[in-house]
């Protein structure tokens, strides 16, 4: 399974952005699916997560009511629409897949596979 990300970019504190991560290799319509992130100097941290159908979805409290997590299975594709963007999201974004049946993961430890990741940056 390959994951890359797209989407990043340098936008202005309040402005919004859309990440996608194209998944290749085998279809992930089974898999659970989510976004973690790194800022510069910090621990890796669970941004959201989504289940299989979209019919679950976990948020971290920080972006929680600002981002969204969502995805199309015809496309193989995971989405994360980030609004009111503030400096603090400020990060390398990662995409992630998890195994079919498992959980909607928060810790970096029980990722199955990760992207490369895409530089978000949010000035003041």
């Known amino acids: 399974v390959e994951l890359v990300e797209s989407g990043g970019g340098l936008v202005q504190a309040g402005e919004s952005l859309k990440l996608s991560c194209a998944a290749s290799?085998?279809?992930?319509?089974?898999?659970?699916m989510g976004w973690f992130r790194q800022a510069s100097g910090k621990e890796r941290e669970f941004v959201a997560a989504?289940?299989?159908?979209?019919?679950?979805?976990d948020y971290s409290a920080s972006v929680k009511g600002r981002f969204t997590i969502s995805r199309d299975h015809a496309k193989n594709t995971l989405y994360l629409q980030m609004n009111s963007l503030k400096p603090e999201d400020t990060a390398v974004y990662y995409c992630t897949a998890n195994f079919p049946g498992s959980h909607l993961a928060r810790s970096g430890a029980e990722i199955n596979y990760w992207g490369q990741g895409t530089q978000v940056t949010v000035s003041s």
């Open positions: 989504i289940n299989w159908n979209g019919a679950m979805t």
């Open positions: 290799g085998r279809p992930l319509s089974s898999y659970s």
